[in-house]
């Protein structure tokens, strides 16, 4: 079993809704979680980075960390065609520490 | 622009033959990271660099990988004897200390 779960999608959503994206983990001593887009053939572009549990909102993204549940979250709210991409959890232990991934979730947004 | 930069972008080799690839992280980062992609996978640790220091290798990272950060500034990874398995997107990334990981765009290796 991965260290970190992920479904791969696809998620397809029309223009405008709501993409709710997940992640669970089994190693309990992830404190630092980021989520990353991913273009196709390019390198991940860091969305958020959270530390411990709680919600951190910027822009038409939140990110939610439950430490208890081992589960992360990803919101895009009025999500656009250009939001159709690869979308990555990772997570590390320590500050500064090598992150594990998901295997990212594709998502396409339809105008 | 001052992000993290990759060279060559595209490599196409054939079996058995070294490659090498260079990643420069961005300026004042003191941590270099290598990461290794296949298709519809997540970046998978390879090692990365305090300054020059390794602090840390993948068991992922066999013998025939060899990466340096010889000044602490730009990093190379070397690939010898290539393999097909060794087919792969190369992802460099940079951060402060304390900080999260910026990546580059990467180096997409075929090893035909």
């Known amino acids: 079993q991965k260290e970190v779960e992920q479904d791969p999608g696809p998620l397809s959503v029309p223009e405008g809704a709501i993409v709710s994206l997940n992640c669970t983990y089994s190693?309990?001593?992830?404190?630092?979680f980021m989520w990353y887009r991913q273009y196709s053939r390019k390198g991940p572009e860091l969305l958020m980075y959270t530390y411990s549990s709680g919600n951190k909102e910027d822009g038409r993204f939140t990110a939610q960390v439950d430490k208890s549940s081992k589960y992360i979250s990803l919101f895009i709210r009025d999500s656009q065609p250009s939001d159709s991409a690869t979308y990555l959890c990772?997570?590390?232990?320590?500050?500064?520490?090598?992150?594990?991934f998901g295997a990212g979730t594709q998502v396409v947004v339809t105008p | 622009d001052t992000g993290v930069s990759q060279d060559p972008r595209h490599k196409i080799t054939k079996r058995g033959q070294n490659v090498t690839f260079r990643c420069d992280p961005i300026s004042e980062h003191n941590r270099l990271y290598w990461y290794r992609q296949t298709l519809g996978q997540g970046p998978e640790f390879l090692t990365y660099?305090?300054?020059?220091?390794?602090?840390?290798k993948s068991r992922l990272l066999s013998d025939r990988f060899s990466a340096e950060r010889p000044k602490g500034s730009f990093s190379t990874l070397e690939i010898q004897r290539t393999e097909q398995g060794d087919s792969a997107m190369y992802l460099c990334?940079?951060?402060?200390?304390?900080?999260?990981?910026?990546f580059g765009p990467g180096t997409r290796l075929l090893v035909l």
């Open positions: 990334a940079s951060s402060m200390t304390q900080e999260t990981q910026y």
């Open positions: 660099f305090q300054n020059e220091a390794q602090l840390e």
């Open positions: 990772a997570m590390s232990a320590f500050a500064g520490g090598k992150f594990q």
């Open positions: 190693n309990s001593a992830f404190q630092y």
